[in-house]
């Protein structure tokens, strides 16, 4: 008796295990990252976060799907080559308003190391979308050794409502320690060098 219940034991541990070996890969073989962000990708995000976290919110690794929209007037066709072309694009990160996150500005890392580098050459397609839905793009290349203020001014470069620095006048060669009166005399009235005209 007790050897005929040791061998349906016996039995049952040989039938689950063939029936292991035979059993199809897992439905969903994932396991968790150990990282969301690259090393380069997560020092840049603090340094965008220090320039300009408190004013705009920053979104990291955006479909170009996800901000952009067809145009209605578009026919069928274009509309399905363009949803396609921009699904399988990727924005590095993109600066949103704070108050009801519309996209201000996309920013991609330029990154020269390796064979063919990481986005070195300009994606036609990315840059004319964003140009059309008046979205700028700044293409910012990977370096250490950035401040938070190099960014910044980065940033602030390619928003379309910020008013530049007001430039000074450039001094004239040997105008520098001149009174105010022989500045005004120094100079010129007449251009300097060949004027050309675009036609």
Request: net charge positive.
């Amino acid at each position: 008796m007790e050897f005929a219940i040791l061998l349906m034991v016996l039995l049952v541990i040989i039938a689950v295990s063939v029936m292991k070996l035979n059993e199809p890969q897992l439905a969903f073989p994932f396991k968790k990252k150990s990282n969301l962000f690259t090393p380069v990708e997560r020092n840049f995000l603090a340094l965008i976060e220090e320039a300009v976290g408190k004013d705009y919110r920053i979104l990291c690794r955006v479909k170009l799907v996800d901000i952009l929209a067809v145009r209605q007037s578009t026919d069928k066709k274009n509309t399905k080559n363009a949803i396609n072309k921009a699904n399988s694009r990727y924005l590095d990160f993109v600066l949103c308003s704070k108050d009801d996150m519309t996209p201000i500005l996309a920013i991609d890392l330029v990154h020269n190391n390796g064979k063919e580098g990481y986005k070195t050459q300009r994606d036609w397609f990315v840059n004319g979308s964003l140009d059309a839905a008046n979205i700028p793009h700044a293409r910012i290349k990977v370096r250490s050794g950035y401040k938070a203020q190099e960014i910044k001014d980065c940033i602030e470069a390619k928003l379309p409502n910020k008013v530049p620095k007001q430039l000074r006048a450039p001094i004239m060669q040997g105008t520098l320690n001149l009174p105010d009166e022989l500045k005004q005399k120094a100079k010129p009235t007449r251009p300097v060098g060949r004027s050309v005209i675009a036609a």
